[in-house]
């Protein structure tokens, strides 16, 4: 954690000291009567916002750096393995411990690949044609997961041709599987900084050293003065709703109860599947209300549609189409 993350404790410290009065006649004695103004502590203190600074480096070995990002998609990884191994265990299933294996190779692929391309041309606006290496350079950061979907949606056709399985075989059990995923990357996104919300002054805003403006951003003025500024109040404006951690919450551990649940009782094919683009493509979109646009898109349409909306409108009519093809095949059946 850098410097500029102990100014909220710094901030406490000083404001304690600040509301300690000593009375009493006999000093020299050392009898005190101390009176600690706690309401005035209190007052101050909810005016003041943490700031989300975290050294993005998990490791560092000589010239390598493992950052935390990177971590955050092998525990996803992790989760994955883990909880499929649960469900070939506990839950009837076609499915073996080298396809499980197998799949989350092709996966981790199509992931990462279709990350990165899904980033380049949602929400990049460098030309290839002036930097054709910049959907190679992953470690600069830039990933979608509306382009990593596409990406396993890729490896789940291949996948589908290898093991004679049937698309939604395949879909509805790796579904349960991937919201923990989803749960650790956001995570790591907020360990990052970045994914900041819309400005607001609720109870639980953070500050987020690059959303501030040029001029007031930790790397471009001393220390101490960055701290002082942050100590008087004058950057509580600037403070943001932690939306990173709020898709972490919705599209990650909501989503895995529903979908996990879901998963248990299901009993047609595509239902599981379905649970989770309704579920993932809600919370996304309301969240999309809480997060700020990025820069260079903005809104897209209406004044108040996001690319993060355009993005999720799919998900959720798919997920619909889904269980009405399925309602109506019981029906007529």
């Not at 410290?13 to 009065?21: A, G, M, P």
């Not at 009493?24 to 009176?35: I, L, M």
């Amino acid at each position: 954690m850098s410097a500029y993350s102990h100014s909220f404790l710094a901030s406490f410290i000083t404001t304690f000291n600040s509301q300690i009065q000593f009375t009493g006649d006999n000093h020299a004695a050392g009898e005190y009567n101390v009176v600690f103004n706690y309401d005035h502590c209190l007052k101050l203190m909810l005016n003041r916002f943490p700031v989300i600074d975290f050294d993005p480096v998990f490791l560092s070995i000589g010239p390598v750096s493992i950052h935390w990002y990177g971590i955050t998609y092998l525990i996803g990884f992790a989760f994955y393995y883990l909880l499929g191994k649960y469900r070939l265990k506990h839950y009837p299933s076609s499915w073996n411990s080298e396809q499980l294996s197998d799949f989350l190779f092709y996966a981790a692929i199509g992931i990462i690949a279709g990350g990165r391309v899904g980033w380049v041309v949602f929400y990049n606006d460098t030309s290839l044609l002036e930097d054709p290496l910049l959907p190679f350079r992953v470690w600069e950061g830039g990933m979608s997961f509306h382009g990593g979907l596409a990406g396993v949606l890729l490896a789940m056709l291949y996948f589908k041709k290898k093991s004679q399985k049937t698309f939604f075989e395949i879909s509805d059990f790796i579904a349960p599987l991937v919201p923990t995923g989803i749960l650790s990357v956001r995570l790591g996104n907020f360990i990052n900084g970045e994914l900041w919300g819309r400005l607001t002054q609720q109870p639980w805003a953070m500050l987020f050293p690059d959303s501030l403006p040029v001029h007031l951003q930790p790397d471009n003025m001393e220390t101490k003065q960055w701290q002082e500024l942050y100590q008087q109040g004058h950057l509580d404006a600037f403070a943001r709703h932690p939306s990173a951690l709020y898709e972490a919450f919705g599209e990650g551990l909501v989503t895995f109860i529903i979908v996990w649940y879901v998963a248990k009782w299901a009993k047609s094919r595509g239902t599981v599947s379905a649970a989770f683009l309704l579920s993932y493509g809600t919370a996304r979109f309301i969240v999309e209300f809480f997060r700020e646009p990025d820069a260079n898109r903005g809104f897209i349409a209406f004044d108040w549609m996001t690319m993060g909306h355009i993005l999720s409108l799919p998900l959720i009519g798919f997920g619909l189409w889904i269980l009405l093809r399925r309602q109506k095949q019981s029906i007529d059946t």
